[in-house]
């Protein structure tokens, strides 16, 4: 049994990567833990079950979707341009953070995270959904329901998931357009 | 030893009373949290609140701060290039391993080495052993010696050590599931370790529950048992020779309470067999109320199950050995980095194939719940590198190897016997047994079945009790520290049957509760008196005043015409649950700078809580102003030079008298992050520091500064005192001065030549130790510490600076130490946290789902620190226990975890739709006033929840369930009845 590589090339927080050489087989979360050192991806389960380690896809259209790393090939991102938890917070030239973005502003602000671990894949589900709402607002009564459903398949070992929710909740009341009566 | 390590040749110092001191020829121990330091101080507001975690921009925006974030090419001096390993484990528990088969891996993908347990014992590479920990605690062998039988399920055979990722990736992935790479001998059966231990605790009460017991724990003795099989045997009443137990082990978290069973018993034999005596008068006691109508006898078997805590985070570490300067590089994701510290010199002590001199160890940001305590992983992690050719070598679970490697909660089999009056309700006898599932590994097996008795009477008052409890060893995967340390399953049984025998009183549950309570001075099961009020009664109240309890029965009447095929139901229980381990410690430094840049050096480790911001408001709350460097996770104070014994459990009175003449001798050095510690434990040491510095340098500076100018100053026509200084935003205040910059102050305190630093360390056994430090300048102050260094400012005449000599502070010799009493070993626990908890739900007659519509928590805090932080673990709290509850359960044996094929997809754990997330509510008892101490809480959170739920279904639909969890499947078994 030998190692099949292929030339992968694609495009992550705004930075084109490759072509270059990538095992075929190998998941994405591992190529951007081992390969490009992008280690904020976090690893839970390997089975695309818990959702720690998702990213945002921008599909053709400029819409961001939500896809799992754990359990697909690097190879499938071939082409595609994708956003990490590292390319989330806008930084200054010397790479440090200088304005988060609504969705991480209001997990800080709301204390949603403890550990952390889940955090960037929260990060990444919640920007997905108020996203959303943008282009197909929600009715304020159910916009709690609306949340659930978006964020349900993360799972959060310490936080018991409130202030997550309150948290996007709040984002999607103050984000103009998002939330009608 | 398994080690080879004598401890006695081990340690050099020297023998005081028998007692030998050893932390000075271990390898010089470096350890520190990985990305702590230098920050912004945004994340608080000038008022001292905290508008976020003083983590959370680095962990919402995914920089590197767990363990697993970091490769070798990240850390400071390590090599750019890492290998990579992992396990083949054993998955046959009943026949002999003979040998691994890795050919279908072809040749590209071959390990570079192939490490078994014939090459780590050639090299002496073994298991630590340690004496303070009892034998077998981290288990006999690394790697499954060819011939042996696995001990446990998953028991690792054979390391693979890939140098290059790409090969290391592709062939885990090829032998994922892969059954027929480990090969299998003869049939042998199971061969597992010897039951770990067998406990007592019977107490027979006085004419009141003040008076001096006929028999208790604390006044005569634990009786210690030993086995038949797995069944537990204990001395007999009339004497028949000397009962020597199988072993002696004081429930103490954090280990060292290891006792010689055979002294024990010569020592304890005659108020044991009086014990036995005691039980004796106890079992004829419940026989007789069987026959007495007057009396209600309700005994039930409960289960509560094994699970696997689920930190998101999986095990790993990081290991280098530079072989050229003898040094070991660790970086390892631990709830303890100082007892992994600790525990790794005792392992690579004397080896003569690796020799080690120092040890560098770094420690990541983590979260464990408990799994990350005391884990054999991180000297899996050591005994890969030495076999890395000069290369790091990387372990990281995934969650598959996790589920089959990482530790579990104790499943406990439970029965439980109580006698009520029918006429007043009173309880008058709890006996029960719990028999604990340790799986193949002792770790703290026998000290959670201890607790989980010892916890059994959650908040009632029993006036005679009998509570027996044992440490079995299994096939299982083994079980050791979790939240909720045993306590979780004792007291989720004993609440469940609370309300059956309300029930059958014809009484409410509440009411029931309220009569039993235990009140400020009653005595525990053991005889021990908690510290302060426990104010059971006043929760009661609470809870018995919400509208969920009090609208319950119309409620259900509503909700069930309204919702066809759905049954409604609220339930209720309240626990109490200890905090601390009877051995606490603290260590820290606070100084700033004559710019008024202040840095803390802590030993405290994050782990989730929020505990790194919590000690940082606490400065800011004496001080005004916050850390601006804050370095955690530190286990290395040169300031304060301290060595231990390390026995602060079993140390006799002689002993700690004679050794506590050396002013550098502590009981014990530094904490793990365990037993709910950081908020009072460890945030004592930060409190007494800031205190320390507000009192002998603001002080006296903003004093001077007061009364600086024309006719001495703002302060000389009035009257203040270092009491009346007040934290201000931006700086000091208080008495109506206006305030001071901190950076003044600082300046000021330089210029005057002040402390501007000090060091502390500080040990409580359920006491706090104290002593007078004779300070230059400040004359002899008496504080709670048992050591002190402090540094002085700027200015500070040469005679000063040059005491200065102990990691640039001037180390004080204490005088006059009061340690507290070894006699307080056998108080017992004596710091709770209660808490309660209604659910609302309703069962779906149909499916047997269980939708949990709301909660309500009642928690008695103390004084908060953080609010959003103390909410927040109670939140999460609630959804681990709703899981356990409800949904997670292992299997223990050949379809469980240790087959190594369990991940997410098989193990539900609770999401938001599960745990009431919008409707959920909490009250939190006032403090009884501004100087109550905060409370730990984050174990007791999780626990009421579960009998509530199970009280709710009862109520749902009429059935009881003592088997956790109550799933869908068993639910409808009922409903189908």
């Given at each position: 049994?030998?190692?099949?590589?292929?030339?992968?090339?694609?495009?992550?927080?705004?930075?084109?990567?490759?072509?270059?050489?990538?095992?075929?087989?190998?998941?994405?979360?591992?190529?951007?833990?081992?390969?490009?050192?992008?280690?904020?991806?976090?690893?839970?389960?390997?089975?695309?079950?818990?959702?720690?380690?998702?990213?945002?896809?921008?599909?053709?259209?400029?819409?961001?979707?939500?896809?799992?790393?754990?359990?697909?090939?690097?190879?499938?991102?071939?082409?595609?341009?994708?956003?990490?938890?590292?390319?989330?917070?806008?930084?200054?030239?010397?790479?440090?953070?200088?304005?988060?973005?609504?969705?991480?502003?209001?997990?800080?602000?709301?204390?949603?995270?403890?550990?952390?671990?889940?955090?960037?894949?929260?990060?990444?589900?919640?920007?997905?959904?108020?996203?959303?709402?943008?282009?197909?607002?929600?009715?304020?009564?159910?916009?709690?329901?609306?949340?659930?459903?978006?964020?349900?398949?993360?799972?959060?070992?310490?936080?018991?998931?409130?202030?997550?929710?309150?948290?996007?909740?709040?984002?999607a009341l103050k984000t103009p357009g998002c939330v009608i009566d | 030893m398994a080690s080879g390590i004598n401890r006695r040749d081990f340690i050099k110092l020297g023998t005081f009373a028998g007692?030998?001191?050893?932390?000075?020829?271990?390898?010089?121990?470096?350890?520190?949290?990985?990305?702590?330091?230098?920050?912004?101080?945004?994340?608080?507001?000038?008022?001292?609140?905290?508008?976020?975690?003083?983590?959370?921009?680095?962990?919402?925006?995914?920089?590197?701060?767990?363990?697993?974030?970091?490769?070798?090419?990240?850390?400071?001096?390590?090599?750019?290039?890492?290998?990579?390993?992992?396990?083949?484990?054993?998955?046959?528990?009943?026949?002999?391993?003979?040998?691994?088969?890795?050919?279908?891996?072809?040749?590209?993908?071959?390990?570079?080495?192939?490490?078994?347990?014939?090459?780590?014992?050639?090299?002496?590479?073994?298991?630590?052993?340690?004496?303070?920990?009892?034998?077998?605690?981290?288990?006999?062998?690394?790697?499954?010696?060819?011939?042996?039988?696995?001990?446990?399920?998953?028991?690792?055979?054979?390391?693979?050590?890939?140098?290059?990722?790409?090969?290391?990736?592709?062939?885990?992935?090829?032998?994922?599931?892969?059954?027929?790479?480990?090969?299998?001998?003869?049939?042998?059966?199971?061969?597992?370790?010897?039951?770990?231990?067998?406990?007592?605790?019977?107490?027979?009460?006085?004419?009141?529950?003040?008076?001096?017991?006929?028999?208790?724990?604390?006044?005569?003795?634990?009786?210690?048992?030993?086995?038949?099989?797995?069944?537990?045997?204990?001395?007999?009443?009339?004497?028949?020779?000397?009962?020597?137990?199988?072993?002696?082990?004081?429930?103490?978290?954090?280990?060292?309470?290891?006792?010689?069973?055979?002294?024990?018993?010569?020592?304890?034999?005659?108020?044991?067999?009086?014990?036995?005596?005691?039980?004796?008068?106890?079992?004829?006691?419940?026989?007789?109320?069987?026959?007495?109508?007057?009396?209600?006898?309700?005994?039930?078997?409960?289960?509560?199950?094994?699970?696997?805590?689920?930190?998101?985070?999986?095990?790993?570490?990081?290991?280098?050995?530079?072989?050229?300067?003898?040094?070991?590089?660790?970086?390892?994701?631990?709830?303890?980095?100082?007892?992994?510290?600790?525990?790794?010199?005792?392992?690579?002590?004397?080896?003569?194939?690796?020799?080690?001199?120092?040890?560098?160890?770094?420690?990541?940001?983590?979260?464990?719940?408990?799994?990350?305590?005391?884990?054999?992983?991180?000297?899996?992690?050591?005994?890969?590198?030495?076999?890395?050719?000069?290369?790091?070598?990387?372990?990281?679970?995934?969650?598959?190897?996790?589920?089959?490697?990482?530790?579990?909660?104790?499943?406990?089999?439970?029965?439980?016997?109580?006698?009520?009056?029918?006429?007043?309700?009173?309880?008058?006898?709890?006996?029960?047994?719990?028999?604990?599932?340790?799986?193949?590994?002792?770790?703290?097996?026998?000290?959670?079945?201890?607790?989980?008795?010892?916890?059994?009477?959650?908040?009632?008052?029993?006036?005679?009790?009998?509570?027996?409890?044992?440490?079995?060893?299994?096939?299982?995967?083994?079980?050791?520290?979790?939240?909720?340390?045993?306590?979780?399953?004792?007291?989720?049984?004993?609440?469940?049957?609370?309300?059956?025998?309300?029930?059958?009183?014809?009484?409410?549950?509440?009411?029931?509760?309220?009569?039993?309570?235990?009140?400020?001075?009653?005595?525990?099961?053991?005889?021990?008196?908690?510290?302060?009020?426990?104010?059971?009664?006043?929760?009661?109240?609470?809870?018995?005043?919400?509208?969920?309890?009090?609208?319950?029965?119309?409620?259900?009447?509503?909700?069930?015409?309204?919702?066809?095929?759905?049954?409604?139901?609220?339930?209720?229980?309240?626990?109490?649950?200890?905090?601390?381990?009877?051995?606490?410690?603290?260590?820290?430094?606070?100084?700033?700078?004559?710019?008024?840049?202040?840095?803390?050096?802590?030993?405290?480790?994050?782990?989730?809580?929020?505990?790194?911001?919590?000690?940082?408001?606490?400065?800011?709350?004496?001080?005004?102003?916050?850390?601006?460097?804050?370095?955690?996770?530190?286990?290395?104070?040169?300031?304060?030079?301290?060595?231990?014994?390390?026995?602060?459990?079993?140390?006799?009175?002689?002993?700690?008298?004679?050794?506590?003449?050396?002013?550098?001798?502590?009981?014990?050095?530094?904490?793990?992050?365990?037993?709910?510690?950081?908020?009072?434990?460890?945030?004592?040491?930060?409190?007494?520091?800031?205190?320390?510095?507000?009192?002998?340098?603001?002080?006296?500076?903003?004093?001077?500064?007061?009364?600086?100018?024309?006719?001495?100053?703002?302060?000389?026509?009035?009257?203040?005192?270092?009491?009346?200084?007040?934290?201000?935003?931006?700086?000091?205040?208080?008495?109506?001065?206006?305030?001071?910059?901190?950076?003044?102050?600082?300046?000021?305190?330089?210029?005057?030549?002040?402390?501007?630093?000090?060091?502390?360390?500080?040990?409580?056994?359920?006491?706090?130790?104290?002593?007078?430090?004779?300070?230059?300048?400040?004359?002899?102050?008496?504080?709670?510490?048992?050591?002190?260094?402090?540094?002085?400012?700027?200015?500070?005449?040469?005679?000063?600076?040059?005491?200065?000599?102990?990691?640039?502070?001037?180390?004080?010799?204490?005088?006059?130490?009061?340690?507290?009493?070894?006699?307080?070993?056998?108080?017992?626990?004596?710091?709770?946290?209660?808490?309660?908890?209604?659910?609302?739900?309703?069962?779906?007659?149909?499916?047997?789902?269980?939708?949990?519509?709301?909660?309500?928590?009642?928690?008695?805090?103390?004084?908060?620190?953080?609010?959003?932080?103390?909410?927040?673990?109670?939140?999460?709290?609630?959804?681990?226990?709703?899981?356990?509850?409800?949904?997670?359960?292992?299997?223990?044996?050949?379809?469980?975890?240790?087959?190594?094929?369990?991940?997410?997809?098989?193990?539900?754990?609770?999401?938001?739709?599960?745990?009431?997330?919008?409707?959920?509510?909490?009250?939190?008892?006032?403090?009884?006033?501004?100087?109550?101490?905060?409370?730990?809480?984050?174990?007791?959170?999780?626990?009421?929840?579960?009998?509530?739920?199970?009280?709710?279904?009862?109520?749902?639909?009429?059935?009881?369930?003592?088997?956790?969890?109550?799933?869908?499947?068993?639910?409808?078994?009922?409903?189908?009845?």
């Open positions: 049994m030998s190692i099949e590589k292929r030339s992968l090339t694609l495009t992550i927080n705004g930075q084109k990567v490759g072509p270059v050489d990538a095992p075929v087989g190998m998941p994405m979360i591992d190529f951007l833990h081992d390969h490009l050192d992008l280690t904020g991806t976090r690893f839970g389960c390997g089975q695309g079950i818990c959702h720690a380690c998702t990213v945002m896809e921008i599909q053709p259209d400029g819409i961001p979707i939500e896809t799992r790393t754990c359990i697909f090939d690097a190879h499938f991102f071939n082409g595609k341009t994708l956003i990490t938890i590292e390319g989330q917070a806008k930084r200054d030239e010397h790479g440090e953070v200088s304005d988060l973005t609504p969705i991480q502003q209001a997990f800080i602000e709301h204390f949603s995270f403890q550990c952390g671990y889940c955090t960037p894949g929260f990060v990444t589900a919640a920007t997905v959904f108020v996203e959303s709402l943008k282009r197909q607002p929600v009715k304020r009564a159910d916009l709690q329901s609306r949340i659930e459903t978006a964020l349900n398949d993360h799972i959060c070992r310490c936080t018991g998931y409130v202030r997550y929710y309150q948290a996007v909740q709040d984002v | 007692i030998t001191v050893m932390f000075g020829r271990l390898p010089a121990l470096q350890a520190r949290e990985v990305h702590s330091g230098a920050q912004t101080s945004e994340w608080m507001a000038p008022d001292g609140s905290v508008k976020y975690r003083w983590d959370a921009i680095r962990k919402v925006t995914g920089e590197k701060v767990f363990a697993r974030d970091f490769r070798s090419k990240n850390l400071p001096g390590w090599p750019e290039k890492q290998a990579h390993g992992f396990f083949l484990k054993a998955t046959d528990v009943e026949h002999a391993f003979d040998d691994i088969d890795l050919s279908m891996l072809g040749p590209d993908l071959q390990p570079d080495r192939v490490l078994k347990h014939a090459d780590l014992e050639k090299d002496g590479v073994r298991v630590p052993e340690l004496a303070d920990l009892g034998v077998g605690f981290y288990g006999q062998d690394f790697l499954l010696p060819a011939g042996n039988t696995a001990p446990l399920y998953g028991h690792p055979v054979a390391l693979l050590i890939f140098h290059d990722f790409d090969r290391f990736e592709a062939a885990k992935r090829r032998l994922r599931f892969e059954t027929t790479a480990v090969k299998y001998g003869r049939k042998t059966g199971l061969i597992q370790p010897p039951n770990y231990g067998a406990a007592r605790y019977v107490r027979i009460a006085g004419e009141t529950p003040s008076a001096p017991p006929a028999f208790a724990p604390i006044q005569d003795a634990v009786i210690w048992g030993d086995f038949d099989g797995d069944t537990p045997t204990w001395p007999k009443a009339d004497p028949d020779g000397i009962f020597v137990p199988r072993s002696v082990l004081l429930p103490h978290r954090g280990g060292g309470g290891v006792r010689d069973p055979l002294k024990v018993a010569q020592q304890t034999d005659e108020p044991m067999r009086r014990g036995m005596a005691a039980a004796g008068i106890i079992e004829a006691e419940i026989e007789a109320a069987r026959n007495n109508p007057a009396k209600l006898v309700v005994q039930r078997q409960g289960f509560s199950q094994s699970i696997d805590p689920s930190a998101m985070e999986p095990d790993n570490g990081n290991a280098w050995y530079d072989a050229s300067t003898r040094t070991l590089h660790v970086l390892i994701a631990a709830q303890s980095p100082y007892e992994v510290a600790r525990v790794a010199a005792f392992m690579v002590k004397d080896n003569k194939r690796f020799p080690v001199e120092k040890i560098e160890l770094v420690s990541g940001t983590t979260v464990g719940y408990g799994s990350k305590d005391h884990s054999i992983f991180p000297f899996y992690t050591i005994a890969a590198c030495f076999y890395g050719d000069g290369l790091p070598v990387r372990l990281a679970n995934d969650r598959y190897e996790q589920f089959q490697l990482g530790m579990k909660r104790h499943s406990i089999e439970m029965d439980l016997t109580l006698v009520a009056d029918r006429k007043t309700g009173k309880f008058e006898v709890l006996k029960a047994f719990y028999n604990c599932n340790g799986g193949g590994r002792a770790n703290f097996s026998f000290s959670v079945a201890q607790v989980a008795a010892t916890a059994a009477q959650s908040i009632y008052y029993f006036p005679k009790s009998d509570l027996a409890t044992a440490a079995i060893a299994t096939a299982a995967v083994e079980a050791g520290s979790m939240r909720g340390y045993g306590t979780l399953q004792a007291m989720s049984i004993t609440e469940l049957l609370i309300d059956e025998v309300a029930a059958q009183l014809g009484m409410d549950a509440i009411e029931l509760r309220k009569r039993n309570a235990l009140q400020a001075g009653d005595p525990n099961t053991q005889g021990a008196v908690q510290l302060g009020d426990p104010r059971n009664l006043e929760m009661l109240d609470l809870a018995s005043s919400h509208p969920l309890w009090l609208n319950r029965e119309q409620a259900k009447v509503k909700y069930e015409a309204a919702n066809p095929g759905r049954r409604y139901g609220v339930g209720f229980a309240q626990v109490q649950k200890d905090y601390g381990t009877g051995a606490d410690t603290t260590a820290l430094l606070l100084e700033f700078d004559a710019a008024g840049k202040i840095t803390m050096r802590h030993c405290v480790q994050e782990i989730g809580t929020g505990a790194t911001t919590a000690q940082q408001v606490m400065v800011q709350r004496l001080l005004g102003k916050a850390p601006d460097i804050a370095i955690f996770g530190e286990t290395n104070f040169a300031q304060l030079p301290l060595k231990s014994n390390f026995e602060p459990f079993s140390i006799t009175q002689e002993q700690q008298d004679e050794l506590a003449r050396d002013p550098f001798w502590v009981p014990a050095i530094l904490p793990a992050m365990s037993a709910s510690n950081s908020v009072y434990f460890i945030g004592f040491g930060t409190r007494q520091a800031a205190q320390f510095l507000l009192e002998n340098t603001v002080w006296p500076a903003a004093q001077a500064i007061w009364s600086s100018g024309p006719a001495g100053g703002q302060l000389a026509s009035g009257y203040m005192t270092a009491k009346d200084l007040r934290a201000v935003p931006g700086g000091i205040g208080g008495g109506g001065m206006a305030p001071i910059a901190f950076e003044a102050i600082a300046r000021k305190a330089h210029e005057m030549g002040l402390v501007t630093g000090v060091a502390l360390h500080c040990f409580s056994r359920w006491q706090w130790a104290r002593a007078d430090f004779e300070i230059p300048g400040l004359g002899i102050k008496n504080l709670p510490a048992d050591a002190i260094a402090v540094r002085y400012g700027d200015a500070a005449p040469e005679s000063l600076k040059a005491r200065m000599s102990t990691g640039g502070y001037d180390f004080i010799k204490r005088s006059n130490v009061q340690f507290p009493s070894a006699q307080r070993n056998n108080a017992g626990v004596t710091t709770y946290t209660p808490a309660a908890c209604l659910v609302e739900l309703n069962v779906n007659t149909f499916t047997g789902h269980v939708e949990i519509m709301n909660h309500h928590s009642l928690l008695d805090p103390g004084n908060i620190i953080v609010p959003a932080l103390v909410s927040g673990q109670q939140q999460g709290g609630i959804a681990m226990g709703i899981g356990h509850a409800l949904m997670e359960e292992l299997p223990l044996y050949g379809d469980g975890p240790g087959n190594g094929t369990w991940n997410f997809n098989r193990y539900r754990l609770p999401r938001a739709k599960d745990v009431a997330v919008w409707t959920q509510t909490a009250t939190y008892l006032d403090p009884l006033t501004e100087t109550s101490p905060p409370k730990g809480l984050a174990e007791v959170v999780m626990i009421p929840v579960v009998a509530a739920t199970g009280n709710a279904i009862t109520h749902a639909i009429g059935t009881r369930f003592y088997h956790l969890p109550v799933t869908a499947n068993k639910i409808k078994k009922a409903l189908m009845l």
